[in-house]
């Protein structure tokens, strides 16, 4: 035993010298969000051109420091946020991601026994967001261009906004499938070319999958699902999943969110979205902050940067629509995306979902024979 | 420690979060804190049980968990005959072989499969395609799930039957040998028999565990639509309105069969006198198994390489690629194909640097604590009359019958609800781990107590020592193997365990396994392999380390 032990260190030694002797460069990637174009932090903190925060404000928030950030957006986005928002302000952000649905039962929990952790908190789908700010999980808090927002951004005072809207579309494989082969329209992919070779969230993944089942439904109705269900798709239990699937080619088109195609891309994976002709789904995230917060000023400053004109760049610069009405359609890997008033992006309003959610799920289930 | 204060810390430790998952499962409402209460009670929940899917599920993993614990017990019931009594060739490689898939987690067990043997892109196709072979690999079927699993906990297998079979005494053999038995007779009729509790204790946990099992079922199974109660329960848990209550009355449900199974195994158990270990001096035989040796020895070393060698291989090489994507394994050898730049990465992340330590920090407080607290429930059951002590042990066996992600669940609850202010802390994690593990923990300790004779221990006491010391001095040092093997497992499981830290973690006290399954599921897959290498380091530096400590104690290698 002892002899393996000497020898296992050996190989491990051998191997570490390998390492460090072996190629180390970076692979080639390029930044997927800008710097502020303008930057002032002398008193008051203007990025862009734009107050985030008084002096007061701002010189409080440094001196808290940091914030805690429970979240359940996509972590490699969040970090991308979190980078470009500590590269402006100097403040850090100690993250807790957890997928949408685990973060709402954490935080209710928590916020049930007093003990919220969490200075802001990010989530997706109107209903989870609704049932924390049932439970007292938010305070509100009016950023600057309060008054500038229209009522489809700000929430019950200012106790939660709505942010940004990924899209969710489809995508391909660019080193399995050619530009010219590759589907254009939500109606190609069920050609018997694709079949066994597709993949889809199921519905109860998240209220990304939820928004993606509704706009199916509405846009393209139920008898379309039955054939994308004959088409025996791959069915995945979370988009990150599916994506890396895509990425590897196990699979070689399945429906996409446009950010996570991007990161994807830019991390060397040979994937492409496709703008369908029929339009995509957009869902909403949601972001609060919470009346025990630890770092008031800085989580105020975290909010107000979130809902500028910069929060809106960097969220489109991963690939998001803005809420921001006045913010133009993220151009993503030289495609520059429809605006919202050409229909083709479609929001699933928190009305619409909280109505059909239920039934969309069941229909969804039974359709594709899924357990949930 | 009386019997009633150990029943109180029981009682927090897994009643209370048991009967948090109860009320839920009873109840209209998930009971959280400051909404916990008897209104709203209703049998509603249980619905979901008689729904098709259920069934599916429900059937699934009786196949599945039956299937991998035989395959499981196969190879390390095998592997652990061959090190502890036979004359094969390298027995301290036998030895290292039976165990060495302990440092790798299932969670990361299941990854590297998926990697290499995943449908079209697994580096197994690969390379079956580059020699004309075609695509020969799916590893998201049944067989898939099953061969990982046993693959991972066969270990689990080997620990507990080479304790039993280094433990045995060889008279019985010669008995039965000078009477003219022939070696498979010997085998069969004596020395089976004598690690019946071993086998069994073994069969039972195996089986309760891969059932239990969610990391391997979501990452191998549900790619390949095979649901099981784990995912299932995960799914309810993760739909949206998370459907708590609902998961919770699938987990009453599976706690019923697997408590069912477990007090089976216990009226054997407890039934025939299993005594191996007396005052006489002892030294287990080694049969001559002649020309098997060879079989023997390949047979351990596939096992190695399909455990270990190919995942830590596919492991690696996913971390390299600097794409994804890979056509053929040729193109791995390509310019900048392959590169060291994400491990380095990872290995300086604060992500990477804080799991780590907290892994670890957990997993030796859990292995030290809960072996403990393992050995005085297994000393209070077997070796006094205490009123009460056959409860100790059905609260102490109850976590092996609830799955780790509800037990996370009524763990979470539980500490929010208690006035002590270890929820968020490190602690918190340390307490549910020994809560969740604390079965295996007495499993362990028990099998061996059962073995070492009562007599000796008491010979001391009328001798005139005190108690205690008759436990230090005689009971304690003849369960050295036992107890070593023990603290290994605990902390070996605690190294890699992820359901039931998913509701109990926060951002400082992320531990390794977290860090790869978040990988996972975001998507970051070379992020994920690289993690998963350097944990599986991590581990292996532990068990040097816990090697240093009790090295010759912690086995009956060769000596």
Redesign the interface.
């Known amino acids: 035993?002892?002899?393996?032990?000497k020898t296992?260190?050996s190989v491990?030694a051998a191997a570490a010298l390998a390492?460090t002797a072996?190629?180390?460069?970076?692979?080639k990637t390029v930044t997927l969000v800008s710097k502020a174009e303008s930057l002032s932090t002398t008193s008051d903190l203007v990025i862009d051109g734009q107050t985030v925060a008084d002096s007061e404000l701002f010189a409080k928030a440094k001196a808290e420091g940091s914030i805690?950030l429970y979240s359940g957006y996509?972590?490699?986005s969040e970090k991308e946020v979190i980078k470009a928002f500590t590269q402006d302000t100097g403040i850090k952000v100690?993250?807790?991601?957890l997928?949408?649905?685990?973060l709402?039962?954490?935080v209710?929990?928590?916020q049930?026994?007093?003990?919220l952790?969490a200075d802001v908190i990010r989530t997706s789908?109107f209903?989870?967001v609704s049932?924390m700010n049932k439970a007292g999980a938010f305070t509100a808090h009016k950023v600057p261009n309060f008054d500038q927002l229209d009522d489809t951004v700000k929430n019950d005072g200012g106790k939660f906004y709505r942010v940004f809207d990924p899209a969710f579309t489809f995508a391909y494989?660019t080193?399995l499938v050619s530009e010219a082969d590759a589907p254009k329209s939500w109606q190609d992919l069920l050609d018997p070319k694709w079949k066994g070779k597709i993949g889809t969230t199921q519905v109860?993944a998240?209220?990304s999958s939820?928004s993606l089942v509704r706009f199916q439904l509405d846009a393209l109705g139920e008898d379309y699902l039955k054939g994308y269900a004959a088409q025996q798709p791959?069915?995945?239990?979370?988009?990150?999943?599916?994506?890396?699937?895509l990425?590897?080619?196990?699979i070689q088109v399945a429906t996409a969110v446009v950010s996570?195609v991007n990161i994807?891309a830019n991390?060397?994976?040979?994937v492409k979205f496709v703008v369908p002709t029929e339009g995509f789904a957009l869902y909403d995230y949601f972001l609060g902050m919470t009346p025990t917060a630890q770092h008031p000023a800085a989580a105020q400053l975290f909010m107000n940067w979130n809902l500028s004109k910069r929060g809106a760049s960097v969220f489109s610069q991963i690939g998001e629509y803005p809420a921001d009405s006045t913010a133009p359609a993220p151009t993503v890997m030289d495609v520059q995306l429809p605006a919202m008033n050409t229909g083709l992006p479609r929001r699933g309003t928190p009305e619409d979902l909280t109505r059909n959610?239920k039934e969309d799920?069941a229909t969804w289930n039974r359709i594709f024979g899924?357990?949930? | 420690m009386p019997t009633w204060l150990m029943l109180a810390l029981l009682a927090i430790l897994i009643l209370m979060p048991v009967a948090l998952i109860l009320i839920s499962a009873f109840s209209s409402s998930?009971p959280?804190?400051?909404?916990i209460g008897l209104s709203g009670l209703t049998l509603e929940n249980f619905k979901i049980l008689s729904s098709h899917?259920?069934v599916?599920?429900l059937t699934n993993s009786l196949v599945v968990a039956t299937s991998a614990s035989v395959l499981a017990m196969f190879i390390g019931g095998t592997l652990a005959f061959l090190a502890a009594r036979t004359n094969i060739w390298g027995k301290?490689?036998i030895?290292?072989i039976g165990i060495a898939p302990m440092f790798l987690p299932s969670l990361v067990g299941a990854l590297a499969w998926s990697l290499l043997a995943?449908?079209?892109?697994g580096y197994l196709n690969l390379l079956t395609r580059g020699i004309g072979l075609g695509n020969l690999f799916n590893v998201y079927t049944m067989p898939g799930l099953i061969f990982v699993l046993a693959l991972y906990y066969a270990p689990y297998a080997f620990l507990l039957i080479h304790g039993a079979m280094t433990l045995m005494n060889p008279d019985l053999e010669e008995a039965a040998s000078v009477h003219g038995g022939s070696l498979g007779k010997i085998l069969s009729t004596v020395t089976f028999p004598l690690v019946t509790p071993a086998i069994l204790g073994s069969g039972v946990l195996i089986f309760a565990l891969t059932m239990e099992n969610f990391p391997v079922a979501?990452m191998i199974g549900?790619?390949g639509?095979i649901?099981t109660l784990p995912?299932?329960i995960y799914?309810l848990?993760?739909?949206?309105?998370?459907r708590?209550n609902e998961a919770a009355a699938v987990a009453v449900v599976l706690t019923v069969v697997l408590i069912a199974v477990t007090a089976i195994q216990q009226r054997m158990v407890m039934k025939r006198n299993f005594t191996t270990v007396s005052g006489k001096g002892m030294k287990p035989r080694m049969m001559d198994i002649g020309k098997l040796r060879g079989v023997g020895l390949s047979f351990a070393l596939g096992y190695f390489a399909l455990a270990i060698v190919l995942p830590v291989v596919a492991l690696l090489l996913a971390s390299l690629q600097?794409?994804?994507?890979?056509?053929n394994l040729g193109q791995l050898f390509g310019e900048?194909a392959?590169?060291?730049?994400?491990?380095?990465q990872t290995l300086q992340s604060a992500a990477f640097l804080d799991a780590a330590r907290n892994s670890v920090m957990v997993a030796v407080c859990v292995a030290v604590l809960g072996a403990a607290l393992a050995f005085y429930l297994s000393y209070i059951v077997y070796r006094t009359k205490t009123p009460g002590r056959k409860s100790l042990e059905f609260v102490a066996m109850l976590p092996l019958a609830i799955p780790a992600i509800v037990m996370g669940?009524g763990l979470?609850?539980t500490w929010?609800?208690l006035p002590l202010p270890v929820?968020?802390t490190i602690v918190v994690l340390i307490i549910a781990f020994i809560a969740i593990y604390l079965p295996q923990g007495y499993r362990g300790m028990s099998a061996s107590i059962l073995q070492v004779d009562k007599d000796l221990e008491d010979s001391a006491v009328l001798l005139g020592s005190t108690r205690a010391r008759a436990v230090s001095y005689v009971t304690l040092p003849l369960m050295k193997t036992g107890v070593m093997s023990t603290v290994l497992l605990l902390l070996m499981l605690a190294m890699r365990e992820l359901s039931a830290a998913?509701?109990l973690f926060?951002?400082?006290t992320r531990l390794l396994a977290i860090v790869v399954f978040?990988n996972?599921?975001?998507?970051?897959?070379?992020s994920a392999a690289s993690t998963s290498l350097l944990y599986i380091?991590v581990i292996?530096a532990l068990v040097?380390l816990a090697?240093a400590f009790g090295?010759r104690a912690t086995n009956g290698?060769?000596r």
């Open positions: 035993m002892k002899n393996i032990l296992t260190t491990l390492v072996g190629a180390c460069s970076a692979p805690s996509v972590e490699n100690n993250l807790v991601r997928v949408p649905n685990r709402l039962e954490r209710l929990s928590e049930g026994a007093k003990k952790g789908e209903s989870s049932a494989n080193a109860g998240g209220g939820a791959r069915i995945f239990d979370s988009s990150g999943a599916q994506q890396e699937s990425s590897r080619g196990e996570s994807a991390n060397n994976a040979p959610g799920q899924y357990i949930g | 998930t959280r804190p400051g909404s899917q259920s599916t599920a301290a490689v030895y290292f995943g449908p079209a892109t979501q549900t790619p639509q649901e995912t299932f799914r848990m993760n739909s949206a309105p998370a708590g600097s794409s994804p994507y890979v056509s900048d392959l590169s060291f730049w994400s491990l380095f669940l979470l609850w929010l609800v929820y968020g998913l509701f926060t951002s400082n978040d996972y599921d975001n998507g970051a897959l070379r380091l292996l040097v090697k090295a290698e060769a």
